[in-house]
């Protein structure tokens, strides 16, 4: 049978005998919301608390935007949040970057999206910045009890409250995308980032595990609770009012909005409901991240590869289908993730061990994973040299390494997963 399997902008067909075909996962279909704007009027018409107008009434407010690295509406976010804030003496607009690349251009279009809906609500104080960790204007606020500083950007701080639109998603090692990373790491300096993402080395540091997750025995994640300590120091008395969605392809099937942890909990339920699969290992999958932007660059992509490794049994083979149009990382990452990966394996792992650097946790993780597998094959736009530099094997022709599976082992069972980066596989305990 055919199947199409997201790639770049487009889908990748592949062949697959039906007697081959372990499965196809992917995040479950829910029928998105006709008109998306519709709905966060609802929701934000509807909060758990107070409404947003009332809460924002001449306060000093600082909206906190995702980056483009998020296939979100934003346009949609962003103008059903703004005239809610007509009444506030002051709004501060942060495009949450983390450590993630400043001026990209869609980062230049959010901004240009953020300055017309405030023109259009005739907004009569507000300033708009994109968020660079590595800015000199910051604020100490202290440390968590873990150790981590929480060193901020400026403009983030001492406001009256706090406004958080988050796309919500599992993510490989914070547990989900949620209200608390649009703080740490999204107004943080480099130095924050770093000590936080260490914990990434645990592994209780993984997806499913959240201290908002409704489940009390799922709330122990030492690097999500750092980022919920930071969360709170950074707020300090203020009000945080959370706007959270869930999407598909870029289309809303989920909003919610009001008092972060209510909103956080349902949240993860629906995605634990949609989003999380208990598989049998196979010894042959097939992984996309989701196309684009989720599979922009090998740094962004290698998240998809995080959340499905439990569907591959130990020394099997996974084809990894990734454009990676924005080449191997962000520039600042390329010397700790993909650099750091050109080594051999135990030496990645062995130096990473002894002294974390901001993006190491990437290569660490993708070296345990090499070690575990047999092969990572690789389709995608990066050249052979950049992908088996780091371990990899790179195909130009993914329906070949599907044949010579087949030719192999005729019984092999083929698992797909697709949009990788929005689902969470866990491997069954039979």
Not at 92 to 107: C, K, L, R, Y
Not at 136 to 159: C, F, Q, W, Y
């Amino acid at each position: 049978m055919e199947i199409a399997i997201t790639y770049g902008d487009g889908r990748l067909k592949l062949k697959i005998p039906e007697e081959n075909l372990a499965g196809i996962i992917q995040p479950k279909q829910v029928a998105p919301k006709s008109n998306t704007l519709a709905e966060l009027e609802r929701v934000l018409d509807n909060p758990h608390g107070p409404r947003l107008s009332d809460l924002t009434r001449s306060k000093s407010v600082c909206v906190l935007v995702e980056d483009h690295t998020r296939d979100e509406p934003h346009w949609d976010l962003i103008t059903s949040v703004v005239p809610r804030l007509r009444d506030a003496s002051k709004v501060q607009f942060i495009v949450t970057t983390g450590s993630h690349e400043v001026n990209h251009p869609n980062n230049l279009e959010i901004v240009e999206m953020i300055k017309r809906a405030a023109q259009d609500s005739h907004l009569r104080d507000y300033d708009v910045i994109i968020h660079d960790c590595h800015a000199p204007d910051m604020v100490d606020l202290g440390k968590t009890s873990r150790g981590t500083p929480v060193i901020i950007n400026k403009v983030a701080a001492e406001h009256d409250v706090y406004v958080s639109l988050s796309d919500m998603k599992a993510h490989y090692f914070a547990g989900y995308s949620n209200v608390v990373k649009n703080f740490l790491p999204g107004v943080c300096a480099f130095v924050s980032i770093e000590a936080n993402h260490a914990m990434a080395l645990d592994p209780r540091s993984t997806f499913g595990l959240h201290p908002f997750h409704p489940d009390e025995k799922r709330r122990e994640n030492p690097l999500a609770e750092d980022m919920k300590e930071a969360m709170e120091i950074i707020a300090g008395n203020a009000e945080i009012f959370l706007l959270a969605v869930i999407t598909n392809s870029g289309k809303l099937v989920w909003a919610d909005a009001g008092q972060i942890e209510s909103v956080t909990a349902g949240a993860i339920e629906i995605l634990d409901e949609t989003s999380s699969f208990t598989v049998t290992p196979q010894e042959r999958i097939i992984v996309s991240p989701g196309g684009y932007p989720q599979d922009k660059s090998l740094y962004h992509a290698q998240r998809a590869i995080e959340l499905t490794k439990n569907a591959v049994s130990r020394g099997g083979e996974i084809l990894f289908l990734a454009e990676c149009r924005d080449g191997v990382a962000p520039e600042s990452a390329i010397e700790n993730f993909y650099n750091k990966l050109t080594a051999p394996l135990d030496k990645v792992i062995g130096s990473i061990s002894n002294q974390y650097h901001l993006y190491e946790h990437k290569a660490y993780k993708f070296a345990e994973l090499l070690k575990a597998v047999s092969k990572i094959w690789m389709y995608t736009e990066l050249d052979t040299r950049t992908v088996e530099a780091v371990h990899l094997k790179k195909t130009k022709d993914p329906q070949a390494v599907v044949d010579r599976w087949i030719a192999e082992n005729p019984n092999v069972r083929i698992l797909v997963l697709d949009k990788g980066n929005k689902i969470a596989v866990y491997a069954d305990s039979n």
